[in-house]
C-alpha cells in the first residue's frame, strides 16, 4: 500500500519536511478568499493548482517592463523581451535537467504536447500493422491523439492492464513489446489514483527494443522531480498551470536526436528563414521550427517564475509534506462509515479517489461546497479507466504545498455532513 510505504517514511523521520506552510499560504493570494461565506479550501489542485504572487508579479512586470513580440524586432524594447523569452526556456531546460536548451519546446499545454509528438514523430513512425502502447489509467489526452493515430495508420493501440490496487501490471507490460511496437506512451502519476508509475522502468525495457517513450508528465511535474537525462525519457509533456505557473503555456521536452527528425507541427510565421512562393528553402532552427506563431511570452515568463518559487521552496520538503498530508487523509478518511479510497499502489502521490456508500460524486462535491471545499467530481477525462472500475465516476481531493492537515480535518467534518443530508440536487448530465 502506497499510504503505508509514505507513513513509514514520515515516521522513521526520512526526508523530513521544514516547510512553513503559512508562510506559503500567504504567498498565494486566493486562498485568503470566501466563497459561500466560507474560506476556500482548495483540493482540486491536480485540475489546477492556484498561482502564488511571485508568478503574478512576473506577469504584470513583464506587460509593465517588457511586452513586446520576441524574435522579429531590432529595437531595444524588442531586444528585451527575446532576452527574457530565451532566459525562461534556460530556466525550464536547468529545473528538467535537459541537455540542450533547444529541446524545450513550448506548447498550450500537456494536451498540445502530446498532440505535437503524435502527429510529427507518431505519424512519421507508425505504420500499418504497427503497434502504440498506452496504459489503462491515461488521460483522455495520452490516449486520444494515439487512437486516432492508430486509426489513421491502421496501427495497433496496445493497453497495459492496471490492477486493482492501481499499479499497471509490468510483465504484461514487458510482453507487449516487440519489434513492431514503435511508441510507448505513459503517464508519471495518474490524475485518477495518484499512482506514481515506476518510469525508469518502463522507460528502459522500452529501450531495449529502441522504442522511443513519451511521458504524460501533467500531474508529475509539480509533485516529483523530474531529471529527464536521469530518466533518459525521449520526451517529458506538461502543464504550467499544474504547477503555479499560468494557463496556456506547456513544454514538449524531447531528445534533440528525435526533434532534428520531426516534420513540422504548425506552419506560419517564425518556422523558416527562406521561403518562395513554391516551398520553404531554409528552415528555422530548433526550436522555432516547432514554435509557429507569436508564442505565449507572458506564459514563458510565469512558468518560469513558477519554476523558481518551487525551487526556492525545495523538491524533498514539498514531496515529504504532501505524502504526509496524503497518508494523513487516508487514515482520516477512511473512518467514515461507507468510505470506498481507489487504489493503494506501491507509490503514490497527491491524490485520494473515493466514493462513500451509493453517493453520487456530484452529491458530494455539491455539499461540500456549501463548506468551502472545492472537490473534483465524476470522471476526470479517464472514462475508460473509470468504467473499467465499474463506478460512475469518484470524488477526488489533489493536495498542493499549501493544504494542510486542518484543511483535511474539515473535509471530514462536511463528509460526515454528506452522510446525513438529503440529496435533491441537480447532477450535470455529461460525464467530465
Ligand atoms: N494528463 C493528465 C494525467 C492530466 O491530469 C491532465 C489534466 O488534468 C492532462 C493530461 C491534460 O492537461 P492540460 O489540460 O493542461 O493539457
Redesign the pocket.
Known amino acids: 500500500m502506497g499510504g503505508q510505504v509514505n507513513l513509514q517514511a514520515a515516521l522513521t523521520g526520512e526526508k523530513r519536511q521544514n516547510l512553513d506552510i503559512q508562510k506559503i499560504r500567504n504567498d498565494f493570494p486566493i486562498l485568503s478568499k470566501s466563497f459561500n461565506d466560507k474560506n476556500l479550501i482548495y483540493f482540486d489542485n491536480?485540475?489546477t493548482t492556484q498561482k502564488p504572487k511571485k508568478v503574478l508579479d512576473a506577469i504584470v512586470d513583464y506587460y509593465s517592463n517588457e511586452n513586446c513580440n520576441v524574435g522579429r524586432g531590432v529595437y531595444t524594447l524588442s531586444i528585451k523581451a527575446n532576452m527574457a523569452f530565451g532566459r525562461a526556456r534556460e530556466t525550464v531546460q536547468k529545473f528538467l535537467n535537459a541537455e540542450h536548451t533547444e529541446e524545450i519546446i513550448y506548447t498550450r499545454?500537456?494536451?498540445?504536447a502530446i498532440n505535437l509528438v503524435a502527429s510529427t514523430l507518431g505519424r512519421a513512425l507508425v505504420g500499418q500493422g504497427d503497434e502504440v502502447i498506452i496504459s489503462e489509467m491515461e488521460?483522455h489526452?495520452?490516449l486520444i491523439p494515439w487512437q486516432i493515430l492508430c486509426k489513421e495508420k491502421d496501427a495497433v493501440l496496445k493497453v497495459i492492464p492496471v490492477n486493482d490496487d492501481g499499479d499497471i501490471d509490468f510483465d504484461a507490460y514487458k510482453n507487449m513489446l516487440n519489434e513492431k511496437t514503435k511508441i510507448v506512451a505513459v503517464?508519471h502519476i495518474s490524475?485518477v489514483l495518484g499512482t506514481v508509475n515506476p518510469l525508469k522502468e518502463i522507460i528502459s525495457e522500452a529501450h531495449q527494443y529502441g522504442i522511443p517513450v513519451i511521458i504524460?508528465g501533467?500531474?508529475g511535474i509539480a509533485h516529483e522531480k523530474v531529471d529527464v537525462q536521469a530518466l533518459d525519457c525521449d520526451f517529458y509533456c506538461f502543464?504550467g498551470?499544474?504547477m503555479y505557473g499560468p494557463m496556456g503555456i506547456?513544454v514538449m521536452y524531447g531528445k534533440k536526436k528525435f526533434l532534428e527528425k520531426m516534420p513540422y507541427y504548425q506552419t506560419g510565421g517564425g518556422i523558416a528563414l527562406g521561403v518562395t512562393y513554391q516551398d520553404i528553402t531554409v528552415e528555422r532552427p530548433l526550436p522555432f521550427k516547432l514554435e509557429a506563431g507569436t508564442p505565449n511570452v507572458e506564459g514563458a515568463i510565469g512558468l518560469e517564475a513558477a519554476i523558481q518559487y518551487l525551487t526556492e521552496i525545495g523538491y524533498d520538503d514539498i514531496i515529504a509534506h504532501e505524502n504526509e498530508l496524503l497518508d494523513y487523509a487516508r487514515k482520516k478518511l477512511s473512518d467514515i462509515e461507507g468510505m470506498r479510497i481507489f487504489g493503494s499502489a506501491k507509490k503514490t502521490s497527491s491524490i485520494i479517489s473515493f466514493l462513500i456508500g451509493d453517493i453520487h460524486p456530484y452529491d458530494v462535491g455539491n455539499k461540500a461546497n456549501e463548506f468551502g471545499i472545492a472537490l473534483r467530481t465524476g470522471v476526470h477525462?479517464a472514462i475508460p479507466f473509470v468504467d473499467k472500475m465499474k463506478i460512475v465516476g469518484t470524488v477526488r481531493a489533489s493536495f498542493g504545498i499549501y493544504n494542510t492537515k486542518e484543511e483535511v480535518d474539515a473535509l471530514y467534518q462536511a463528509l460526515l455532513q454528506v452522510k446525513k443530508a438529503e440529496w435533491s440536487v441537480n447532477r450535470p448530465k455529461d460525464r467530465f
Open positions: 491536480a485540475a499545454g500537456t494536451t498540445e488521460h489526452s495520452n503517464t490524475n504524460d501533467a500531474q502543464s498551470h499544474k506547456g477525462c
